[in-house]
């Protein structure tokens, strides 16, 4: 099997792992939030206002697509019923890594379909390990063609060394990865994504120094790849690669203490573990400018654009009531409300940052 078939039997191996086994991480830190119910809220529902302004347009709603998939056949009809869903809703929507169509380029089609689309917020993705093989110019190359392909508003580098390091193809290459972030920074729109395992106050220190749009912290407690990588080595034997993906299923940090720290320097999504509208509410009150959804849309978009849409409204739905039960006519209101946190989520946000 050549490397670039390698390339496309892994990417649909990691969708059809994520729509049909459990890779979630064990424990769901958005539910160590808890909002304060109104009994009395004084607003009336239908006057209350979702809409965001997130790097700088305009969204009916504080919620991302956020990246899935591409590269491969599935990819493109994942993409397209997101495409329509993201556009009818006027919400932001992120593709997965393009590495696969910028070294095949009859792949792009599964990633450009979002240009047939009025999609108010479109975020390219490049992974970090592909940057800091070559020098600046192949890097910035690359990243022309990422924006490109989609008519992209922003590029989104991935960081994913937690899957890398368990995955037998991974690419474990990281030196020099700052410094290439900051010169690309000064002639690309860029925000920094982690993939499950969160960001650091140290990283995020680092990175507000940079001049990075912002972040997406993609932290622990959604969908792990390390359990993708488990179950892709389990079924062709490699116990020793298996093991890895067990021993760090639930590596990281969480979301919601990601996301805390880094709404203080950057303007930041929230991605991981998100599963309904409470919780893109929860996202709002611990600071992050805008929720970001992934696993919860595989499986409706996978379906039908319908399905899918369905999901989203709903979502969408359940956002409004968290806001009207907390007296939050508009997300500004919301993001003053003062929750109660617990649990282990407490604990981290004690250790971190010393609250």
């Given at each position: 099997m050549t490397e670039q078939n390698q390339t496309e039997k892994r990417k649909s191996d990691h969708i059809e792992i994520c729509s049909t086994?459990?890779?979630?991480?064990?424990?769901?830190?958005?539910?160590?939030?808890?909002?304060?119910?109104?009994?009395?809220?004084e607003i009336d529902f239908d006057k209350i206002d979702t809409e965001a302004r997130l790097f700088g347009k305009e969204l009916a709603?504080?919620?991302?697509?956020?990246?899935?998939?591409?590269?491969?056949?599935?990819?493109?009809?994942?993409?397209?019923?997101?495409?329509?869903?993201?556009?009818?809703m006027q919400i932001g929507m992120g593709v997965g890594s393009q590495r696969a169509a910028i070294e095949k380029p009859s792949l792009a089609g599964s990633y450009s379909v979002l240009k047939d689309y009025d999609i108010p917020l479109k975020i390219a993705n490049?992974?970090?390990?592909?940057?800091?093989?070559?020098?600046?110019?192949?890097?910035?190359?690359?990243?022309?063609?990422?924006?490109?392909?989609?008519?992209?508003?922003?590029?989104?580098?991935?960081?994913?060394?937690?899957?890398?390091?368990?995955?037998?193809?991974?690419?474990?290459?990281?030196?020099?990865?700052?410094?290439?972030?900051?010169?690309?920074?000064?002639?690309?729109?860029?925000i920094v994504k982690e993939t499950g395992a969160g960001l650091s106050p140290d990283?995020?220190?680092?990175?507000?120094?940079?001049?990075?749009?912002?972040?997406?912290?993609?932290?622990?407690?959604?969908?792990?790849?390390?359990?993708?990588?488990?179950?892709?080595?389990?079924?062709?034997?490699?116990?020793?690669?298996?093991?890895?993906?067990?021993?760090?299923?639930?590596?990281g940090i969480p979301t919601p203490v990601s996301a805390a720290v880094a709404s203080l320097h950057l303007p930041t999504i929230a991605t991981g573990g998100v599963r309904n509208g409470l919780d893109v509410a929860r996202t709002i009150v611990i600071g992050a400018s805008c929720a970001g959804i992934a696993n919860r849309l595989l499986v409706p978009a996978l379906e039908s654009t319908f399905i899918a849409e369905e999901e989203l409204r709903t979502i969408a739905e359940e956002l409004r009531v968290a806001m009207f039960l907390t007296g939050s006519s508009n997300l500004k209101q919301l993001a003053a409300h003062n929750p109660l946190v617990v649990g282990p989520t407490k604990d981290w946000l004690g250790h971190l940052v010393g609250e």
């Open positions: 086994r459990d890779v979630s991480g064990r424990y769901n830190f958005w539910d160590d939030i808890h909002l304060i119910h109104s009994a009395a809220p709603a504080p919620i991302i697509i956020a990246a899935m998939t591409g590269g491969y056949e599935k990819g493109e009809k994942v993409n397209r019923n997101l495409a329509k869903v993201a556009s009818d490049i992974g970090a390990p592909q940057l800091v093989e070559g020098g600046y110019r192949e890097a910035a190359e690359i990243m022309e063609q990422a924006m490109r392909m989609i008519d992209a508003d922003l590029v989104a580098v991935h960081l994913n060394y937690l899957q890398e390091a368990v995955q037998p193809e991974g690419d474990k290459k990281a030196a020099g990865l700052l410094a290439m972030l900051k010169d690309l920074a000064t002639d690309f729109p860029i990283l995020i220190g680092k990175l507000s120094k940079i001049r990075i749009k912002g972040v997406d912290v993609g932290g622990a407690g959604g969908t792990s790849f390390s359990a993708v990588e488990f179950y892709r080595a389990e079924e062709i034997g490699d116990r020793m690669r298996a093991r890895l993906g067990r021993t760090f299923w639930n590596w």
